[in-house]
């Protein structure tokens, strides 16, 4: 295919490419300025890697909806070579294996069934973190909400994957940034202990959590010639259990940092929400599972906060299986695609004037949903490649957002005022805010 029916584009240097134009800000911003000169649908060379790059959700709604199966794979990235050579989910190529990884996952782990079962042990972690503000809280002592969050989050997701938490075997946000070996080692010995444990110790469980699930499938269909089972290596069992702590676990943490910045940036808005929640709530003190379906505006504030800050703000970088036209444009095989969910999520076409404000009620007169047929709302992506973990997700962030505001009120330190909060965001692949958000809590459910 010849450059002349590429999607325009920067002219690239010999061996960068276009790598010089990504410099120092973050990417998501850097394509998003280009795309302005370039166009939504924009070729880019990254070292000798093709790449196109959209940035409007009609061009996202033809690469993800009309051809969403041509661009269902995953470039070979340096990273899918050692850990676990592709076995996983995330980065792992289209093909047999990659299906079979993810139609067990959703069924096993993440369909709403199974989900479900987990709300008791998320009750209670909801109920140990309010505990340990409430005592920051009488302390008068200044929190760390990105990190009450991650430490919620991690705990609830290793709770459902492994039946526990809170094991020195863990640590795992610093461990997932270090070396593989150690991570690998780690999830070595979590499986074999649960391989070791006798069939009486695992009945005795109240809730069978993840590996228990991959163990006990493994054994069953063993004598069979299953594709799930035969896919179901320990190597695969491992990349699979890596993919739901890394996927699962710093994308849910850095949303509600992010939720939690702008409501404590619009006081107004805090308070339409606190006012939701005591409506739906009443006297209760904390807000339950069963409430979430109640609470609309607070499904509006998630929305909002999510289409401001998509924390994968390019997606997973895609790639095509075939050679296919698109708007005329030839597309070769092996393109990596980038979808620029942030530039999405700010188009003023789409959001009008205000589009980088945080404004919840710009949700109140449309259907716009994370499932919308017209690619607006992309911080998921609900195409073949889409993030199997929403509904798991959403409910996590909506139960933390919800509680923290409920049972607390939220002032910044040192007399800080709400409109000095920095809300710039670090480069990276899940745009973690740079400051960290510190501040003080009131409890508000009386002494
Ligand atoms: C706020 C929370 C979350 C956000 C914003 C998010 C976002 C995303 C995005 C944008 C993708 C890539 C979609 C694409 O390339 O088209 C993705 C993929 C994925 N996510 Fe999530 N995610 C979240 C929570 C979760 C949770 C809770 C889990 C599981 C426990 C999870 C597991 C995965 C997996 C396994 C994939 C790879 C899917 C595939 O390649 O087939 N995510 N997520």
Redesign the pocket.
């Known amino acids: 295919i010849h450059g002349s029916k590429l999607p325009p584009g920067p002219m690239p240097l010999p061996i960068i490419g276009n790598l010089h134009l990504l410099g120092k800000q973050p990417s998501h911003r850097a394509l998003y300025k280009l795309s302005q000169r370039y166009g939504s649908i924009m070729s880019m060379r990254l070292g000798s890697v093709n790449a196109v790059v959209i940035s409007s959700p009609e061009a996202a709604k033809l690469f ?1 909806g009309t051809h969403d199966a041509v661009f269902a794979s ?1 470039p070979k990235l340096q990273a899918s070579k050692y850990l676990y050579h592709g076995k ?5 190529e289209y093909g047999p294996h ?1 299906q079979n990884v ?1 139609k067990f ?1 959703l069924i096993e ?2 369909s709403a069934v199974k989900v479900n079962r987990f709300a008791g042990m998320r009750r209670e972690e909801i109920g140990l973190m309010v505990g340990k503000i409430r005592a920051a809280s009488k302390a008068h002592e200044v929190v760390d909400l990105g990190e009450v969050a991650g430490g919620l989050i991690e705990g609830m ?1 290793c709770r ?1 994957l492994f039946g526990k938490k809170n094991d020195e075997r863990f640590g795992l946000t610093r461990k997932l940034k270090s070396l593989s070996e150690e991570i690998d080692e780690m999830l070595e010995s979590l499986i074999t202990e649960k391989e070791e444990c006798s069939v009486a110790t695992l009945q005795r469980c109240d809730q069978t959590n993840f590996i228990d699930t991959l163990l006990s499938l493994k054994n069953e269909y063993s004598n069979t010639h299953d594709n799930l089972s035969a896919s179901i290596d320990r190597l695969t069992m491992k990349a699979v259990l890596l ?2 702590l890394a ?3 710093d ?2 943490k ?2 509600i940092e992010w939720i939690l910045s702008e409501l404590i940036k619009h006081p107004r808005v805090m308070k339409e929400l606190q006012q939701e929640i005591k409506t739906v709530v009443g006297d209760k003190h904390m807000v339950e599972e069963i409430d979430l379906a109640k609470l609309s505006y607070l499904h509006m504030v998630i929305k909002e906060g ?1 289409r401001l800050y ?3 703000p390019l ?4 790639e095509s299986i075939e050679d296919v036209v698109i708007n005329g444009y030839e597309i070769p095989k092996k393109t990596l695609v980038l ?1 620029n ?1 942030w530039a999405i999520g700010r188009d003023p076409k789409v959001w009008s004037e205000n589009s980088s404000e945080f404004f919840p009620e710009r949700f109140g007169d449309r259907e716009i949903d994370f499932r919308g047929p017209e690619f607006q709302l ?4 609900t ?8 509904n ?3 409910i ?2 909506g139960l933390a957002v919800s509680n923290l505001v409920h049972c607390f009120d939220w002032i910044l330190p040192n007399g800080m005022s709400p409109n000095d909060l920095d809300m710039n965001e670090k480069s990276g692949l899940n745009m973690p805010k740079i400051e960290p958000l510190l501040a003080i809590p009131t409890y508000r459910m009386g002494a």
Do not use: E, K
């Open positions: 993800l995953r996983g989910m995330v980065l792992t990659w993810r996952c782990l993440l997701t459902m993919d739901m996927g699962g676990i994308t849910s850095t949303a999510l998509p924390i994968a997606l997973v970088p895609h979808v969910a992309m911080a998921f992506n195409g073949r490649r889409g993030c199997p973990g929403m798991l997700g959403l996590n962030i």
